[in-house]
Each structure stands twice: as C-alpha cells, then as structure tokens.
C-alpha cells in the first residue's frame, strides 16, 4: 500500500507557473499508474492527467492540454505536475492518485494541496 503526499501548492497570479509534486512511499513506486485531479469549490473533482508506470504513456483532460506537464522519476518516488500559463479558473486543491496495473480504478490518494490563481 502506497502513501502519498503532494507539495508545490500555492498563490500564484494568472499567467504564472507551479510545479506540484506527490512523492509515495510505503509500496514499489513504479508499479503504479499515477494521477492528478483536481476539485474547485462547489464542484466534483475531476481528472487532470495521468502518467504510465514508466512515464511512456500521458493523457490530459482538454483543458490543461498544452498548458499542463506530467512527468514522474520513479528513482525518487515521485510524479510532478507542472503547470504553465495559469488561469483564475485552474484555482482548486490538487491531488494525486495511484492505480496499481492491474485496476482501473485510483485506490491510493494523498491529502491535496491547494492551488489559487489570482486574475
């Protein structure tokens, strides 16, 4: 079973940049499919991107296409999020999820860390 905890959060102004991390421990890192979601207040969370077990493999929700990077080293146990461009809209609490192989579903998920964008 895999812990994570995510950093990098914080204030930023529209246009600006943050790069969030999520680092695992307790489980062998580089047997998980990583994620990244998002949830704004008052709304239902929802996916931001996802990263492969070897980082071969990205998907992006449209939104964050060309704006958003994932990338992970599983050397040192942890999957970065970095975000370019910043909009007022792209405020929420981030938060990273593990999926092992063999499920489609994210099981493991760290406790979110917060990002504000102002305009």
């Known amino acids: 079973q895999v812990q994570l905890v995510e950093s990098g959060g914080g204030l930023v102004q529209a246009g600006g940049s943050l790069r969030l991390s999520c680092t695992g421990s307790?489980?062998?890192?580089?047997?998980?499919?990583m994620g990244w979601f998002r949830q704004a207040p008052g709304k239902e969370r929802e996916f931001v991107a996802s990263?492969?077990?070897?980082?071969?493999?990205?998907s992006y929700t449209d939104v964050v296409k060309d704006r958003f990077t994932i990338s992970r080293d599983n050397a040192k146990n942890t999957v970065y999020l970095q975000m370019n461009s910043l909009k007022p809209e792209d405020t929420a609490v981030y938060y990273c999820?593990?999926?092992?192989?063999?499920?489609?579903?994210?099981?493991?998920w760290g406790q979110g860390t917060q990002v504000t964008v102002s305009s």
């Open positions: 307790g489980g062998t890192f580089s047997s998980y499919a």
């Open positions: 990263i492969s077990w070897g980082g071969g493999r990205t």
């Open positions: 999820a593990a999926r092992q192989l063999t499920t489609a579903k994210y099981d493991y």
